[in-house]
């Protein structure tokens, strides 16, 4: 059956809406006595309700804990919604640290009586907070005071409830919102960009959508990374009969994300791929060899000791960074460079026929010199030796080497040229008088 509750959004006690959300709750006094907590919370604590209940802050976490609670606490009872983060010191959770949010329990006339607190551990994860989403019975005060943008949208996606970040954010009061169809609030644009998340959760499916967003009404000009979540609200009879969404901010945590990803998978000094990432492309690469032929050029520097030795490490790393760029710009973009470590580089890029590595190879020899030219006034070249899959191996290890005993070959050979196989020697257009030793 049904829900009566969704047809009042004051239905229901606060009690009930905050027991079945995932998230340990607590409500507390003026005198910052825990006055009631929901299930998770007598989890988190590791203690009874009897234990709990009349308790300041201080006797139940102690002095410290409420140095660090109180200003959050004492703005919550101004209005504001605000959090902390403190090391835990309680129970099996001694030595996480939590991110706890407060924020007013308002009444009808605007007064603060008491506050909330929700505690997320943030040791794993901030999306913890996700979690509110999981409720599904009417969003009433409780909900109202969630500093996230929530909305309740039926089957036919009409918006039958909003709270006031959700106003906020769409910098349009309630009466404007509820009762329209979602796609008519938000504009063509952006409901064509939502209604396929709409329509899944719809399947009975949780869905999430992260996106960058710069058109927040109480954010202009500040693009922002937000993430909504669309989750299914089913009847007694299984049935989906709404959508539930709220919408986050995640922002820091997808910039930390990103730079974190950009540290693993490209290189700090010269910003191509890393060794660990071009290994992780070649095997990829090898996979579809098969139909699709591939070179893997081993890229050696000549002449870099004696720009070390003789302009220093600074100009040494200079190099490095616009020969990286210049093997870049010498392949397409579907094409990967990558250092190997010290002033070895490795290219991987498709290829049709052995002499198209080899025209390519000569290519991004030439683009060296430049470099070399420019830099240093001459004297440094390259030695780029190369291997084919699948005519030479299938397997990633085995081309590697191959291209690295290419390369070595090279050297042998005179340097600044390039070769393809250890045991042929494809002398390169060369000017000997460029060619130095180390």
């Not at 101004?78 to 099996?92: D, F, I, K, P």
């Not at 009808?108 to 989403?133: C, K, M, P, W, Y």
């Not at 050979?413 to 020697?425: C, E, Y």
């Amino acid at each position: 059956m049904p829900d009566p509750s969704r047809d009042d959004p004051t239905a229901g006690t606060i009690e009930r809406l905050v027991n079945v959300v995932a998230l340990p709750i607590g409500r507390w006094d003026r005198e910052a006595r825990l006055v009631f907590c929901n299930p998770p919370y007598l989890r988190w604590s590791g203690r009874t309700r009897d234990e709990l209940f009349g308790h300041t802050l201080t006797e139940l976490y102690g002095d410290e804990a409420w140095e660090r609670a109180r200003p959050a606490f004492e703005r919550a009872f101004r209005g504001a919604t605000t959090s902390y983060e403190r090391l835990l010191r309680h129970g099996t959770l001694a030595g996480r640290w939590a991110r706890v949010q407060v924020f007013p329990d308002t009444d009808a006339n605007g007064e603060v009586h008491s506050v909330f607190t929700i505690a997320t551990d943030i040791h794993e994860d901030v999306t913890a907070r996700e979690a509110l989403i999981a409720a599904r019975v009417r969003l009433d005060r409780f909900t109202e005071n969630i500093p996230y943008p929530l909305t309740y949208v039926d089957s036919d996606f009409v918006l039958r409830f909003v709270n006031k970040a959700y106003c906020e954010v769409t910098g349009k009061p309630a009466d404007q919102l509820l009762g329209r169809h979602i796609g008519a609030v938000r504009g063509g644009r952006r409901w064509a960009e939502h209604e396929p998340h709409f329509r899944r959760a719809l399947e009975g499916k949780t869905v999430q959508y992260t996106r960058l967003v710069d058109h927040l009404a109480n954010s202009p000009g500040n693009p922002r990374w937000l993430r909504t979540s669309y989750v299914p609200d089913f009847d007694a009879d299984g049935k989906v009969v709404g959508l539930y969404t709220v919408t986050i901010d995640v922002h820091d945590l997808t910039v930390a994300q990103e730079q974190l990803r950009r540290s693993v998978e490209r290189d700090m000094l010269t910003d191509v791929f890393s060794r660990r990432t071009m290994m992780d492309r070649i095997d990829a690469a090898m996979v579809a060899a098969v139909h699709e032929p591939v070179a893997l050029f081993f890229v050696d520097l000549d002449g870099f000791k004696a720009v070390n030795d003789r302009l220093g490490h600074r100009e040494g790393d200079a190099l490095l960074v616009k020969v990286a760029q210049a093997l870049q710009k010498s392949v397409r973009a579907d094409d990967a460079v990558g250092r190997f470590g010290g002033d070895e580089f490795l290219v991987l890029a498709s290829v049709r026929s052995p002499a198209g590595a080899r025209a390519l190879a000569l290519h991004m020899l030439e683009a060296v010199r430049k470099v070399g030219a420019e830099v240093s006034g001459g004297g440094v070249s390259a030695s780029i030796g190369y291997a084919i899959a699948p005519t030479d191996t299938q397997h990633p290890l085995k081309l590697l080497q191959a291209a690295d005993d290419a390369m070595y070959a090279a050297k042998r050979l005179g340097k600044d040229r390039v070769q393809h196989g250890p045991a042929r020697d494809e002398p390169s257009p060369v000017n000997p008088a460029a060619v130095r030793p180390e």
